[in-house]
């Protein structure tokens, strides 16, 4: 069932607020991997890659607060938030200032996201044999095979043979990218709000999307 624009918006915020409580975010780490580096260590019979990577497990619950933002059968898929948002402030009642934002965020995700990135692609950080993958193709392989334990499907099989590591290395990259215009999509929405362009529920931006939020709860 489709929901109406303002409750997409709406969910967007509690999503993104969600995103922004995260640990890996309120310190700012996840600004530490957006463009990862890699170094190729000599070892016994070749070489072994080492990077730096934040703990598994709170990586792992980023991915899960991130993910509805992917799913194109979601309600907040960014895309479907896009449409709300030009529907209920239109273009022309937009600042310039603001429509590029929405044109940086949205590039940022087509760029990332788009299908041109499911296969071969400039910026791709692994390679099997003669065939370069995408940081979108491994960090899909790494979400279903790694984390999740499912069938792997299409495209997604093509970088099950590629290492653990490199795996997770392009799913931290990709993950902490849309974490982070996400965000920027965040700030946009509550500066439209606070200069009434934008009408939402005083709620969305008050009532506790994290456990730490709520008052007279010990952790």
């Known amino acids: 069932m489709r929901i109406g624009d303002q409750e997409t918006l709406e969910r967007f915020v ?3 607020r969600k995103i922004k409580a995260h640990s890996l975010v309120q310190s700012k780490r996840i600004y530490c991997y957006l ?4 170094r190729l260590v000599p070892s016994s019979g070749g070489y ?20 509805p933002l992917l799913l194109s059968r979601e309600s907040l898929h960014l895309p479907k938030v896009f449409k ?7 273009p022309s009642a937009q600042t310039e200032e603001q429509k590029q934002v929405i ?22 950080c692994s390679s099997l044999a003669d065939e370069w993958l995408s940081d979108t193709l491994l960090a899909g392989t790494w979400l279903y095979k790694d984390l999740v334990h499912c069938d792997l499907e299409g495209e997604k099989r093509r970088g099950e043979k590629t290492p653990y ?5 392009s799913a931290l990259s990709y993950y902490c990218r849309v974490a982070s215009f996400s965000l920027s999509l965040l700030d946009l929405l509550k500066e439209m ?4 362009q934008l009408i ?6 008050s009532e506790p999307v994290v456990l730490a939020e709520v008052q007279g709860v010990e952790q």
Not at 48 to 67: I, N, T, W
């Open 35 to 38: 463009n990862p580096s890699v």
């Open 84 to 90: 709300s948002l030009n529907k209920l402030v239109l």
């Open 103 to 124: 044109t940086n965020i949205q590039d940022q995700f087509n760029s990332l996201v788009g299908e041109g990135n499911k296969g071969k692609a400039e910026g791709d």
């Open 48 to 67: 072994r890659v080492e990077f730096s990577f934040p703990d598994e497990e709170r990586f792992e619950s980023l991915v899960a607060r991130v993910r």
């Open 193 to 196: 709000s606070n200069s009434g």
């Open 14 to 16: 509690l999503r993104a």
């Open 200 to 205: 939402l529920s005083d709620s969305v931006w």
């Open 165 to 169: 590591e490199l795996r997770i290395f």
